[in-house]
């Protein structure tokens, strides 16, 4: 607990096993930055089939076989793997495990977690179910071929689908874990003087983020355990009566319903969203106020649309399902909801732009992620809008617009923004700084190289070229128009993997001969600038935090400095 | 610095730490057992006529009533055994645990006449829809009470009850919030007699 720091820890103590939220922040850090890489790499050797569809793969094309072509069942695999890796392995994790685990009791001012041997449960399942998708590829029936969505019936039929719901029900389980953690943290553990409008805007995006995994994830557990029963006890709740595969009929009692799987599934999936964008927005709003050297604008009706947002992801899940006919008045329902929640999105985002205004910018690294966020994310909001319209959804539906759609959201949206959180942070965690010329030499390249993915998305989509297609459009007459981008966007890729080559330099070197630094190197407001850089093990502050002012209070009238510290008179 | 609000509330929530971790975990269990209970309803609509009412009647109806009645029992000794604490008085306290473990073991004992009885008659999960949820809902059912048993288990057992000479409110504490939690499964359990064996 957190009171054993005076008796000496040995190694697998202090680093490996240990129940200090810093140390768990940090192994939740490290493991999902490989996760997301490992994602990436899968990404690529599909990629190259796109580009230079049934040629062998360059120097791991001998993984794949012997002709080293990616086979179409190898190919659905590495889809299927890339989606759930990036989602429930990389993003979810660095953003709320790792980000959650570190900043959030120093941006509180507490001595830890409220639970720390849970939060350290949380990390070891989440990595047993990590290892259980990793083996997955392994095994002789090999991973999960039916997308991270998992649709029912073929992946009831679909061979290793059982490692995928076992794995998943382990990061279920992580993350609620985590989520409890963090809620009852900023709830109990919040330092005197620190009431709930004076909590940074990280705090309030991870509350918010913390009650949707909480409430939202179980839902999914009872689907998988549903699919998994269907799978391993021959139970048909996903499958209908007078079902065919592969030419016979399927033995199976029926009666049970396809689309049962995609709303539990959405009910999970569609406030997932949000999980993946409001530690983001969290971390982008408190850059952007130390970088402007000014309040955030609007920071009341930031925080009452982050909660809106959070109350709202609930009721818009079925606006991914109105090709699946489930009636004229259930889709009217749907799109009103989902217009709806595209209003306190654009309130955050609005926000944030006006803070810009008027400010004199420092153009730190983490500043130009946070502000390439803001478009970014603009324009994966607005593009999801005409797929929130069941008119235009029919058009654009399972198309590459979608995939361009969300991953505007998520790749330069959230991962620049978590980008930002490591840039940003990284000083408090180590004590140094990382190179700002690297860092620029990450940042420039990834900007461009991410538009190149992602920007020629759009066009294939909107020409009607549909997701998931082995060849990339090869074989089908309205795809012919479009398919010279399939290159481009593949070069853009592999260029987009050196790109990262710097932040990992960055990240090693400075480690160790970064430029040092005390504590508070940005000259930041926020409580966990007033603790030692790295905080001290176990109880983080050397005193009891006191608290007597917002968070936000930069360049006030008549102070002596342009930034007044939260635990200052 | 030692983690706040263990023990004592705090003054402004009116909540100990653990109060609030348990009630925030029930509400994702709630959520767990709704998600269920829609797919139960969604099934039960999606499912031809009569068919959930046919194979609903195949249940045992008497064993399910005495299980309720069991698992209700459990409840009050449960209470009764934190009550024990408040009253400082541990041997009781040992009691009505003991009781509750009991309890919960006759439960699992009658539930394992109940499912062997079914597979001797070839009723499986894959007999019918109804059949499959029958044996989700109550099987996950069942391994919350496992689980509960566990954990009342340790604080059963000499091992795990010698908190109670060293930090008896914390103690206290902590047969309240696995009180909490009993409570819970004992409930889903009331929603799932009439919903699977009375409809």
Redesign the interface.
């Known amino acids: 607990?957190?009171?054993d720091s005076h008796h000496e820890e040995n190694f697998l103590q202090k680093y490996i096993f240990s129940v200090d939220h810093k140390i768990i922040g940090i192994q939740y850090g490290i493991t999902s930055l490989m996760f997301l890489f490992f994602g990436f790499c899968l990404m690529m050797v599909m990629r190259w089939q796109l580009a230079y569809p049934e040629t062998p793969v360059p120097y791991i094309g001998g993984l794949l076989g012997e002709t080293g072509i990616l086979m179409p069942e190898i190919y659905n695999m590495l889809g299927a793997m890339h989606g759930t890796i990036m989602i429930f392995l990389g993003v979810v994790p660095l953003a709320v495990g790792a980000f959650g685990n570190y900043i959030v009791p120093l941006q509180i001012g507490?001595?830890?977690m409220?639970?720390?041997k849970l939060n350290a449960a949380s990390y070891w399942s989440y990595f047993i179910g990590g290892v259980i998708m990793l083996a997955s590829f392994f095994l002789p029936e090999g991973a999960a071929r039916s997308g991270w969505t998992s649709y029912p019936p073929l992946s009831i039929f679909e061979t290793g689908q059982t490692a995928w719901l076992i794995g998943m029900v382990f990061l279920i389980t992580s993350s609620?874990l985590g989520s409890?953690?963090i809620?009852?943290t900023i709830?109990?553990?919040r330092a005197p003087g620190l009431t709930w409008f004076r909590l940074p805007f990280f705090v309030w995006g991870q509350f918010v983020t913390a009650f949707l995994l909480?409430?939202?994830?179980?839902?999914?557990?009872?689907?998988a355990?549903?699919q998994l029963?269907d799978r391993v006890?021959?139970?048909?709740?996903f499958l209908p009566s007078g079902l065919v595969y592969s030419g016979a009929a399927v033995d199976?009692?029926?009666?049970?319903?396809p689309l049962?799987w995609q709303?539990?599934f959405w009910?999970l999936a569609h406030p997932e969203v949000y999980v993946l964008i409001l530690p983001a927005m969290g971390i982008v709003g408190d850059v952007i106020a130390n970088n402007t050297r000014k309040p955030l604008w609007g920071y009341k009706s930031i925080v009452y649309g982050s909660v809106f947002l959070g109350f709202m992801s609930f009721i818009v899940w079925a606006h991914h399902m109105f090709l699946t006919g489930m009636g004229q008045a259930m889709s009217s329902f749907f799109q009103t909801t989902t217009m709806i929640i595209s209003i306190p999105s654009v309130i955050i985002l609005t926000s944030f732009f006006i803070s810009l205004w008027g400010a004199s910018i420092r153009f730190t690294t983490p500043m130009l992620f946070a502000l390439a966020f803001l478009p970014m994310f603009g324009i994966g909001g607005l593009t999801g809008l005409p797929l929130g319209v069941g008119a235009s959804d029919i058009h654009l539906h399972d198309t590459y617009y979608v995939i361009g759609h969300f991953h505007y959201v998520v790749a330069p949206g959230t991962i620049f923004a978590l980008f930002a959180g490591i840039y940003y942070w990284f000083p408090k965690m180590t004590g140094r700084k990382m190179s700002e010329a690297l860092g620029k030499l990450h940042f420039w390249p990834s900007l461009i190289f991410m538009n190149g993915i992602f920007l020629p998305m759009f066009i294939q989509g909107l020409a009607g070229v549909s997701r998931r297609l082995y060849d990339g459009g090869q074989s089908y007459a309205h795809a012919q128009d479009v398919l010279q981008w399939n290159e481009f966007m593949s070069i853009s890729a592999f260029c987009l993997a050196a790109a990262q080559i710097p932040f990992f330099i960055n990240i090693f070197v400075s480690m160790f001969n970064g430029e040092k630094v005390g504590r508070n190197p940005w000259q930041s407001t926020t409580i966990e600038w007033s603790a030692p850089s790295p905080p001290l093990p176990h109880?983080?502050?050397e005193n009891?935090v006191e608290v007597y002012r917002g968070p936000y209070e930069y360049s006030v009238p008549g102070a002596d400095k342009d930034f007044s510290p939260q635990t200052e008179k | 610095?030692?983690?706040?609000?263990i023990t004592e509330e705090?003054p402004d929530?009116g909540?100990?730490?653990?109060k609030?971790?348990i009630w925030?975990?029930l509400?994702?269990?709630i959520?767990?057992?709704?998600?269920?209970f829609?797919?139960y309803v969604?099934?039960r609509i999606?499912?031809?006529e009569g068919?959930f009412a046919y194979w609903g009647s195949k249940l045992n109806i008497p064993m399910a009533t005495i299980n309720t009645l069991v698992l209700i029992s459990s409840s009050m000794t449960m209470i009764m055994s934190w009550a024990s604490l408040k009253m400082k008085d541990f041997e009781k306290y040992k009691m009505y645990m003991g009781l509750t473990l009991l309890f919960a073991s006759i439960f699992l004992v009658i539930k394992y006449f109940e499912y062997t009885g079914k597979f001797h008659h070839g009723i499986?999960?894959?007999?019918?829809?109804f059949m499959?949820?029958y044996?989700?809902l109550t099987g996950?059912h069942m391994l919350h009470i496992i689980g509960g048993m566990i954990v009342m288990g340790y604080f059963w057992l000499p091992f795990g009850n010698k908190m109670w000479t060293t930090e008896p409110e914390r103690f206290t504490n902590r047969i309240e919030i696995a009180g909490l939690y009993w409570h819970f499964v004992d409930l889903v359990w009331i929603f799932l007699f009439p919903i699977l064996y009375l409809l």
């Not at chain 1, 909480?214 to 689907?223: G, I, K, M, Y």
């Not at chain 1, 199976?252 to 319903?257: E, I, L, M, N």
């Not at chain 2, 610095?1 to 609000?5: A, G, S």
């Open positions: 607990m957190s009171n507490a001595p830890d409220a639970f720390p609620l409890m953690n809620i009852v709830v109990q553990l909480v409430l939202a994830f179980p839902p999914l557990e009872a689907a355990v549903l029963m006890a021959q139970t048909s709740f199976v009692y029926g009666s049970g319903s049962l709303h539990l009910f109880r983080n502050f009891q | 610095m030692q983690i706040p609000y705090r929530t909540l100990t730490n653990s609030l971790g925030v975990f509400a994702s269990e959520m767990l057992f709704g998600g269920l829609s797919a969604f099934l999606a499912a031809p068919d499986y999960p894959s007999s019918s829809t499959g949820i044996f989700t996950l």
